[in-house]
Structures are given as C-alpha cells and as structure tokens.
C-alpha cells in the first residue's frame, strides 16, 4: 500500500501575519536525472494586497502578483534505492533546480532572465545557500516599459527530505519604478526589505523542515 507523500513544510502564520495567501497548489515532474523521475508538490503563495495596490496606483499598468513565496518537496520516482543517501544528488539537484526555475521564469513570459550571485545564510548553525535570480517584466505593447523583478530560490536538505524554496519581489520599490507621489507604504518596501522578509520566510521553512 503506498501512501501520498506530505505537504512541503510551509510557515503558514508567518505568511498569513505578512498578507501572503495561498492561490495554488500543485504536483508536477520537475526533471530527471539518469532512471529517476524528480516531481515536485508546491505551495504557492502571494501578497495579495501589494498586488491590489499597485494594480490601483498604476492605472492597471501592472497587474500581476508583486511578490510571490513558494515551496516544493520533491519525490523521488522511483525511490532512491537502499544505500543511497540524499547527498549523493544534492549538487545535482541544485543544478537542475537552478535551470528549471530559470524556464519557468521565460515561459511565464518574462524577459532578461538572468542568474546573479549566490549567498549562504546560517540558521541554527547551519549553512544555506541561496542563488539569485533577475528578470524583466514587459509591460503593454511597444511603450518600452518594464519593471524589473528580484528572485531567489534555494535547496533545502534534511534527513533524506529535499525542499526547494523560491521567491520573487521587486528589485526595487514599486513607487520608485513607477514615480507614485504619496503611494501607499506598501508599495515604498525597498529591495533590502524585501530580502529581509524572504530570509525570514526561508528561516521559518528550515525551522519547519528540522523539528
């Protein structure tokens, strides 16, 4: 009898208490690596109220999520076979993390999808490491505007568990790409604020994924 493998391990309160609301759930075959099939359960969530927003401040001019926060586990299909452990696949899953999460940017139809620097954050001890991503988001036909997006996406291991944790925002204000006079204070969160909460939800992940 086989059993559905559970839920990614998501900081549901800390997202609430931040107005991030979940608006997708899904499970899908992310990429193969020799004979074994990697698929991925995902918890998508977004700050619905910065969308709303900057969809008012802007006329409609942008109108898609602001910032999202998401978190996959992945599944093994086969199962590794006895004797081998996770670590054995963590560089190539990163690899492979790296260049899926990248296709999806360009096929959500964005544009100048690059990868930045990476960073390692400590949480309990622990040493984390988080690739940066940028991006451009095209806004209307032939009026040469765009607005420029920040994402980062890491991978968690633990104890044979495997987590991806993605994310994008701004990479800057919303007021300052857009010249809003008396935005609301939303919509004024600079890019170090941003990735200060990020660092935060990935924190919350790592705490859930460790208990």
Do not use: C, W
């Not at 994310?167 to 300052?176: D, I, K, L, Q, Y």
């Amino acid at each position: 009898m086989t059993t559905d493998p559970p839920d990614p391990p998501v900081p549901e309160a800390m997202l609430t208490e931040a107005g991030f609301e979940p608006v997708e759930r899904r499970t899908e075959t992310l990429f193969e690596v020799g004979a074994v099939r990697i698929e991925g359960i995902t918890h998508r969530y977004e700050d619905n109220r910065s969308s709303e927003a900057a969809r008012d401040a802007t006329d409609g001019a942008l109108d898609h999520p602001i910032r999202f926060f998401a978190v996959t586990r992945l599944v093994f299909q086969p199962s590794l076979p006895f004797g081998v452990s996770l670590s054995m696949f963590t560089s190539t899953l990163r690899r492979e993390a790296r260049s899926s999460f990248a296709a999806q940017l360009e096929d959500r139809g964005l544009g100048n999808v690059e990868r930045g620097s990476s960073q390692k954050l400590r949480f309990d001890g622990s040493r984390v490491r988080v690739r940066e991503f940028s991006a451009e988001d095209l806004l209307g036909e032939g009026d040469g505007r765009s607005f420029s997006l920040s994402f980062r996406l890491s991978v968690l291991t633990h104890r044979g568990t495997a987590i991806v944790v993605t994310a994008g925002f701004p990479a800057s204000s919303v007021a300052e790409q857009f010249d809003l006079t008396d935005p609301q204070a939303m919509l004024t969160q600079s890019a170090a604020e941003y990735q200060a909460t990020f660092e935060t939800f990935l924190g919350g992940v790592y705490e859930e994924l460790t208990a």
